[in-house]
């Protein structure tokens, strides 16, 4: 009887656990399923794989038009793949579009952007799109500016470069081209002294050492004029006058007079 008891209470524990696990383990399943699930998707969306095998969703370029590039800002040598670019400078370029071909080509905007150097299908920063809606004719050729300037915050960092142009025959046919597709650096610009800066410090200083003499010669000069003597005026002296007319005083006043002044002559 005891034995049968046991069973009975043991039995339903095992039967839940064993139900349990087996809930468990399905969920497991379904969420591995899930996951694969989740993983096919983003597999599908990233990268070359989200165009699939249908070549008519890329826009392709026209066999009858050649693209050159030329970077005025930065100034390159000619045949250079890679360059560097200045944080916080203007980028400025011209794109050359030759027709040969027998019909009409319409050029209609150009972009640049930056791209994660990794995986070019990956945007970091997209510039501005120039329309020009300019109309080339066979066996003609134009040039087109583009310009943008590279954010500060990129220095130091490798991007990669896509200017596109867009463009269409007179059919109506649609045509992209990387006009320069490569990986460049964003460099930061120290401030260091070129030769104009110098050569302004070398011009104040010397401007200020004349300063300084001509100051100097004048302090000096004032100086040796204070300390020269001043000529001082002589005393006039004024004799006494001998030519006094006595002719009205009485003789007795004169003569006394006239014995007076001879005595304090003699003194």
Known sequence: MKLFFITLLV?????????????FARADEDELDDVVDIEGEDNQVVGDDALGDDDDSIVKSSQDVDTTILFMKPITSY????FDLQAGYPVEFLVGFINKGSEDYIVETMEA???YPMDYNYYIQNFTALPYYR???PKQEATFAYSFIPNEAYAGRPFGLNIQLNYRDASGNYYQEAVYNQTINIVEVSEGLDGETFFLYVFLGAACVLTLVLGQQALSSLARRSRSPRSVSKPIETGTATNVDYDWLPKD???Q???SILSLRIF
């Open 79 to 82: 045949g250079d793949v890679a």
């Open 253 to 255: 006043v004169a003569n």
């Open 257 to 259: 007079l006239s014995k």
């Open 11 to 23: 039995l339903p524990a095992l039967l839940c656990f064993q139900s349990s696990s087996t809930i």
């Open 135 to 137: 109309e080339v004719k």
């Open 113 to 115: 952007s930056f791209r």
